[in-house]
């Protein structure tokens, strides 16, 4: 048995890996097996999440194979499907594979990556944009008293008038949407004094429901500083209140896999704000960043610690760890921000790599719920600490933490009837935009997507407690999650909608958020695929949150479970969070990286 056939059959390749081997045989005979086998896992790796196949990964437990380093190596340098470029070349278009830094790669997938850090240093290492500090210096301080103190928003504000690139990174409540509020002000305001014309700006994200949150914050953070005494409200008139998702932003083409803007036709926007930049992937990352004008901003912001895209790369933390932790600026930058910072700023020689000193990271919550007190746990969760997590767990002393040890089954318990109550809510709800401002109360998560404990099942059966064992598929009040992007009916990935009983004559209609009244009807026919939604996996609920949260954690451990999966859970609860898990599994959670191979990092530095 040929070394693919053998990883096929253990699961280690799907169908569609083992086919691109097998087409390689076919057009070349002579290819040795160990070649085959990289590219099936090259291949597989993408849907793993990994931008490339780490060669030195290759233990019996990744791969079912046992082969040295040295050996993959040597197979693969001497085959002529694999290209070595030099440093940043482009890798020659007729090799299907790259091998670069001990990492194989799918041709396209180095492209991205070389494409995406070749075009994010040529964004840092723009001249810095002229800044008037000192006739914006009266309203900096308005926005930000404490900026000669080192406050963090303030820093982040200040550079992003200098710097063509930023990345604003920080947990949730951070303040990275107000201070993006406070920086577009200001680029408005010192456009004004200057005579030019108004910055045009785009905010965008991943999904749609996040660039609705986006916008909510946004509107948010306008209304304050509106009220903001000493600020004109004329300049708030001028910051934008809509936002979109990446992939409407960028233009797509119906059946193409290219965006009607890109490096020939780049977007029409001297700023663009991207929330949520975690859930970006490589592709779309790329496309992005090759569409931004020579001379606009890119601002860049997420929280690193949340689960990466669960398509290839993991863009933030590649971006974030090329910067590095210092804030420190070259004296040019350091000396034109003064009149706004004070000497708050770190300075540093210019020797550094092109991204330092392109992120803050902001470290105060700002947003607890009094109800709520999330920090420590989620801190906990972040570090991988397990024994402070569980020990605030058992001590109970978290305001609106519940600790369920040892619960599997959160429908089965006291829960239960809390769960429930919530959701047949939604079905005495008189109008769609009551009935959606229902839908954020409560979502049960869950960690995996199929088994007893995955978000099918759980839903089948909250479906089943809910509306009977006949129920109709769409019944009154149930809530659904839109699995696909479809720009024909405006509905993207991740968007949750309603099912209400229409008049007499007609069906159930399944509401959605937006549109002229605020909602907007479908008939669940006319749908883009979805799904039930009373229980989700923690990858779908990414930019969402809810009043309540229930994590159930799998009966045993599994190796998509990891910190960043169980931070990203908790940090998705406003009011209570509860959490159903055993110490074994919360420790081996704990334990564990979301780690994605990608030579990202290593390219931007
Ligand atoms: N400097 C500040 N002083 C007082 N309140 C603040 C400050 N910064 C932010 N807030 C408040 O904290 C809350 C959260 O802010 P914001 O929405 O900007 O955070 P965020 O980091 O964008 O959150 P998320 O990650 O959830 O999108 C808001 O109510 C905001 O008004």
Redesign the pocket.
Known sequence: MSLTDNLLRRGRLRSVDHALAQSLRRLEPATPDLVLAGAALASRAIADGHAAFELAATGEEDTGLLVEPAQWLAALRASAWVAQPQDEAAADPQRPLVLERGLLYLRRYREYERRLAQRLRALAVQPPAAVDAPALAPVFARLFPQARDGDR?ARAAALALARGLLLVT??????????VARLLLLLIAQARQCGAAVPRIALAAPTGRAAE??AE?LR??AA?LRATPGIDPTLCDALPVEASTLHRLLGTVPDRAYFRHDAREPLPFDVIVV?EASMVDLPLMCKLAEAVADGARLIL?G?RDQLPSVEAGDVLAAIVDAAGDDEAQPSAVADALRPLLGDSLPVRGDDASPLAGHRVQ?QRG??QADSLDLAPLAAAAREGDADTALALLREGGLRGVVFHEDSLDPLAGAGRDALLRDWRALADAHDPAQALALATRVRLLTALRDGAQGAAPLNARIEEALAGAHRPAYFHGRLLLITENSYRHGLFNGDIGVCLQGGDEEGPIAWFAGGGNGVRGYFPAALPAHTGAFAMTVHKAQGS?FDRVWLQLPRQDVRSLSRELVYTALTRARRELHLCASEAVLRAALSRHAMRVSGLAARLR
């Open positions: 928003q920080g947990g949730p409540g951070t303040g990275k949407t107000t201070t949150r986006m914050s948010a953070a304050q929330d912001l929280d902001l700002y947003r949150e």
